[in-house]
């Protein structure tokens, strides 16, 4: 059994940074694909970030690139995502999703793309 658990948001200032962290534990051998989401009131849950570990670039929405970072430590299992910058729009709910393999026909940029979620981490920018 797979569980994916996400940490590290908080209350933070406009300009202020986080990094979250999502724990994969169970059988996490062979994610190819892990992604972050996020889930504002009100609105549908959205892209962020996501990367394949086996070859290529992260992808990042357009929004966050130059202020989020997502890295991965495979010794402990653990994803990151460094936001820097943060403005009131990044206010949300984050998710931390994963993949073994992009299924064909599957844009990697979907929610459906993935087959494994955490409960999320809420970020919070005060203006």
């Known amino acids: 059994q797979v569980q994916l658990v996400e940490s590290g948001g908080g209350l933070v200032q406009a300009g202020g940074s986080l990094r979250l962290s999502c724990v994969a534990s169970g059988r996490t051998l062979n994610f190819d694909i892990m992604a972050w989401f996020r889930q504002a009131p009100g609105k549908e849950r959205e892209f962020v970030v996501a990367r394949r570990w086996t070859f290529g670039s992260p992808y990042y929405t357009d929004s966050v690139k130059g202020r989020f970072t997502i890295s991965r430590d495979n010794a402990k299992s653990t994803v990151y995502l460094q936001m820097n910058s943060l403005r009131p729009d990044d206010t949300a709910q984050y998710y931390c999703?994963?993949?073994?393999?992009?299924?064909?026909?599957?844009?990697?940029?979907?929610?459906?793309?993935?087959?494994?979620w955490g409960r999320g981490t809420q970020v919070t920018v005060s203006s």
């Open positions: 999703a994963a993949a073994r393999s992009l299924r064909p026909g599957t844009n990697w940029l979907s929610s459906t793309a993935y087959d494994y």
